[in-house]
Structures are given as structure tokens and as C-alpha cells.
């Protein structure tokens, strides 16, 4: 099947140029001793800000001074629709900026910047899920001076590129062993099933009877990258999921490797002992590990599902970090892996940028997608989403994975046993004064 058509829209290589004023005013707060910020508004997205670096008057702007990323906005075909739809008031979208001198954030409620000026930009998006298109590159006028030549003027370049998905949909919770499918539009396809099970804490290999067992000499790989706890107190552990395809071969796992435990004097996972996920695929009649999750529950006012993912390129290299963020555990919300700056896709929270080789093709390299670039490119812009329901919530993940982080089935299934993993999370990381539902308890626990 054909992946779904996104397209990225990036508002980068901000600059403000303000002339000096013949006559000073005091209620005026110059750029050149105070910070500029903007905020970035399209219509159905949440808002993003962004520092706005000064460029005195007398300075050229150089090609390539700035590069940074300063608002990134993903929209779906759905999106598209809905933005292109005309009304009595407009007939294109409009991306919005506010310009503001001063610092950003708000003070009681007040905001703390002071209005500058602003600009719209319309944006014609016909065509741009094939074909990268740039709206504007350059300085633009901005503020009530604008048609005198007076103004400030605000150096910007915003375009759209296409950015096609793979979407993948849960039929049911992953703890049911569920089917997912591949969806395009109204038509879904099944691709993998998943299947839940408590792994023997005692087994460090977690080898899959569909696999050949793997040498001695590997056997203790698993036990390096997670703790067996032995503690009688409270805990969840030896949770997996694996994800099959449709001829039963497993192409994908999430194995809990460290169990999640209440911290001493508490009924929650605490930041600084948190419970572990290794993500795996398969490679040489065994599993090799792909990355690792990390979960625990945060306190104070945010009481959210923390996260953080790092991707293991090899046994001997150092973990690479490629999010760590925080999801409501009320709301849910999206976990997301996005390497290209700001972003719209709402996780909450921080995403932790990085240049990561990808790690060796599969093993199997069935090659079912056939549009990835492994391994000869390294991780960048957006990789992969996944939906995540609050607490007590019915969750059935929807997956977005870059098509371009996509070689073949494994890939595919590699996020989906994340999106798995860190949907699961949610119920590991639930306050131990709270019952699971009876699919998450291991019947071994209530014998003897």
C-alpha cells in the first residue's frame, strides 16, 4: 500500500532589522538591548513562539547565517481540506506572525512582550503533498509603517515540503494481542498482530520459540541494559509484546526489562528509578537490541507520564537520546520523535535533537515499503508519532513513521512495538493504590 501524504510547513531564518528613530521614544523598548520573540499562529494548530535574533540596520543578512528551524507545522491530507476550504471571509490560509520586543512568557497572566507589529502570509497549498514549494524568502515590512518604507522589517523564509507517512492503526489495547492494519484514507489493510504475554524474569534471553536460539556467548546481552529487582514491595514487571507478521514470523518486540517499582514510602515510579523497555528486532536467530524506553511518573502539579528514548546503535556504542518528554496522564496526548526543531504534533514538553546513524538493515530485509534510505542516512526531521490515551481510557494507537525512516517490515514494526511500549507505560506507571485491569496481572504472581 501507498503511504498517506503529509506535507511539512518550516518558518525558519528569522531576522528583524528596525531603522533608527529620529526621535526617541521613551515607551519603546529598542530590539538592539532586548530580546524579540514571535508567535506563530495557523489556523486549527496550536501556537508556537520563537526568538527573533536583531540585525542592526547598517548589517547584511548572509545566505546561510541562519538555518535554525523556528516553527514547524505537519498537516494531513484532513488538514489540507480543511484549511483550503472557502468561506465568506478568506479563500487561503494564512500563517500568522506577532512580533513582539521584550521577553516572552507572561507575568500574572500579562503578557511580559510588547507588540512590535505583524504579518500574514498566505499560503496556496494546491499540489504541495507532491512538490516542495517556498511561499516566502526575504524581509518583509511589518508594523502600522509599513506602506511608508519606514518599518521594521522581518526576514523570514517559509515553505512546504512533502512528508509522507506511514499510518498504522491498533484494532484494540495492546494488552489484548491485537491486530494492527495499515491505513490510507477510508481503505486499512491488516500488516502485524501483536501478542501480549508475561516473560519468566528469570529467562534473560527472551528468545521467541519462532527464533533459532541464540549462542552462548550472547546470552547475558539482555540483563546488561535492564535490572531484575529482586524486591518483595510493589512492582510490575515481565510485561512483552511481539509483533508478528502476517505469516507469523515475529518482526518486532518490547520486552520490560527493568521492572517498574514504587520508590520507597510511595505508591508511584519516581524519575530517578524509572522502569525500562528494551525495543527489539530480529538478526541472526535471535533478538538484537534496537533501542530503549524509559518510564516513570512525575510529580508535582504536571502528575504525567515521563518518558525518554534512546536508540543503541550497536552493543559497544553509547545510547543516543531521541526524546524525553511528558504526557498527561489524565489527557494522554502524542509521543513523538521529531528531529527537525518546533513542532505542532503536541508533545508536550522537551525533544531532545539529534544526528544518529541508524542502525544495519534487518536481518530479513522483506523490503514490503521499499522507500527507506537505512543505512546510508541518519535520523532527521520527523521519524514517528504515536497516540496515547489518559489513565483508565480505552487506547488504540494510531502510528504516523516517516516514510523515508521506512526500508522494510521490520522498520515498520519496530515503531510499532515503541508505540506499543510506551502505551503500555501508561498503565505500568500507575499509582500502585490503583488495580490494573486482569490482562496486565500475571496469574504466576498469585500462586504459592
Given at each position: 500500500m501507498d503511504p498517506c501524504?503529509?506535507?511539512?510547513?518550516?518558518?525558519?531564518?528569522?531576522?528583524?532589522?528596525?531603522?533608527?528613530?529620529?526621535?526617541?521614544?521613551?515607551?519603546?523598548?529598542?530590539?538592539?538591548?532586548?530580546?524579540?520573540?514571535c508567535k506563530i499562529e495557523l489556523k486549527n494548530f496550536h501556537m508556537q513562539t520563537a526568538v527573533v535574533p536583531y540585525i542592526p540596520p547598517e548589517n547584511q543578512l548572509a545566505e546561510n547565517q541562519l538555518q535554525t528551524p523556528a516553527a514547524t507545522f505537519y498537516l494531513s491530507k484532513a488538514d489540507i481540506d480543511k484549511l483550503a476550504a472557502k468561506s465568506i471571509f478568506s479563500t487561503k490560509p494564512c500563517l500568522k506572525i506577532a512580533i513582539y520586543t521584550g521577553r516572552g512568557g507572561s507575568t500574572c497572566g500579562v503578557n511580559s512582550g510588547r507588540l512590535l507589529g505583524k504579518v500574514?502570509?498566505?499560503?496556496?497549498?494546491?499540489?504541495?503533498?507532491?512538490?516542495?514549494?517556498?511561499?516566502?524568502?526575504?524581509?518583509?515590512?511589518?508594523?502600522k509603517e509599513a506602506n511608508k518604507g519606514s518599518s521594521a522589517q522581518l526576514h523570514l523564509n517559509v515553505k512546504a515540503e512533502p512528508?509522507?507517512?506511514?499510518?498504522?492503526?491498533?484494532?484494540?489495547?495492546?494488552e489484548c494481542s491485537p491486530q494492527v492494519f495499515q491505513i490510507r484514507g477510508n481503505i486499512q489493510q491488516p500488516v502485524f498482530t501483536c501478542k501480549f504475554s508475561f516473560r519468566n524474569t528469570g529467562d534473560r534471553n527472551q528468545r521467541s520459540r519462532s527464533l533459532q536460539s541464540e549462542p552462548s556467548s550472547s546470552r547475558s546481552w539482555l540483563s546488561s541494559f535492564g535490572s531484575v529487582r529482586e524486591r518483595s514491595g510493589k512492582e510490575r514487571k515481565g510485561w512483552s509484546i511481539t509483533v508478528h507478521d502476517l505469516s507469523g514470523s515475529p518482526v518486532a518486540a518490547a520486552s520490560m526489562v527493568t521492572p517498574f517499582v514504587a520508590s520507597p514510602g510511595s505508591d508511584r515510579v519516581s524519575r530517578s528509578n524509572?522502569?525500562?523497555?528494551?525495543i527489539l528486532r530480529p538478526g541472526d536467530g535471535t533478538w538484537k537490541p534496537w533501542g530503549r524506553l524509559?518510564?516513570?511518573r512525575e510529580r508535582g502539579s504536571s502528575d504525567g507520564l515521563g518518558y525518554r528514548f534512546e536508540l543503541i546503535p550497536n552493543m559497544s556504542a553509547a545510547a543516543i537520546v531521541l526524546a524525553e518528554s511528558t504526557l498527561?496522564?489524565?489527557?494522554?496526548?502524542?509521543?513523538?520523535?521529531?528531529?527537525g526543531g518546533n513542532n505542532s504534533s503536541g508533545a508536550n514538553g522537551r525533544i531532545t535533537p539529534a544526528s544518529a546513524t541508524s542502525p544495519a538493515c534487518s536481518p530479513r530485509s522483506s523490503g514490503d515499503f521499499g522507500?527507506?534510505?537505512?543505512?546510508?542516512?541518519?535520523?532527521?526531521?520527523?521519524?514517528?508519532?504515536a497516540g496515547v490515551e489518559g489513565e483508565g481510557k480505552c487506547s488504540k494507537p494510531c502510528?504516523?513513521?516517516?516514510?523515508?525512516?521506512?526500508?522494510?517490515?521490520?522498520?515498520?514494526?519496530?515503531?510499532?512495538?515503541?508505540?506499543?511500549?510506551?502505551?503500555?507505560?501508561?498503565?505500568?506507571?500507575?499509582?500502585?493504590?490503583?488495580?490494573?485491569?486482569?490482562?496486565?496481572?500475571?496469574?504466576?504472581?498469585f500462586l504459592g
Open positions: 501524504p503529509f506535507v511539512r510547513i518550516t518558518v525558519g531564518n528569522l531576522a528583524l532589522k528596525i531603522p533608527v528613530a529620529s526621535k526617541p521614544t521613551r515607551s519603546v523598548v529598542h530590539p538592539s538591548s532586548s530580546p524579540c520573540f500574514s502570509l498566505p499560503l496556496d497549498l494546491a499540489g504541495t503533498e507532491s512538490r516542495a514549494c517556498v511561499f516566502h524568502n526575504g524581509w518583509i515590512s511589518v508594523g512528508d509522507p507517512r506511514f499510518v498504522f492503526q491498533f484494532d484494540g489495547e495492546p524509572p522502569g525500562s523497555w528494551l524509559e518510564a516513570w498527561s496522564s489524565g489527557k494522554g496526548g502524542k509521543f513523538v520523535i521529531d528531529l522507500y527507506g534510505l537505512w543505512p546510508y542516512s541518519v535520523y532527521r526531521g520527523f521519524v514517528m508519532s502510528v504516523e513513521v516517516s516514510v523515508q525512516h521506512v526500508n522494510c517490515t521490520e522498520d515498520a514494526a519496530a515503531f510499532v512495538a515503541l508505540a506499543a511500549a510506551i502505551d503500555l507505560s501508561m498503565d505500568a506507571c500507575r499509582l500502585f493504590s490503583q488495580r490494573l485491569r486482569k490482562e496486565l496481572c500475571n496469574p504466576q504472581d
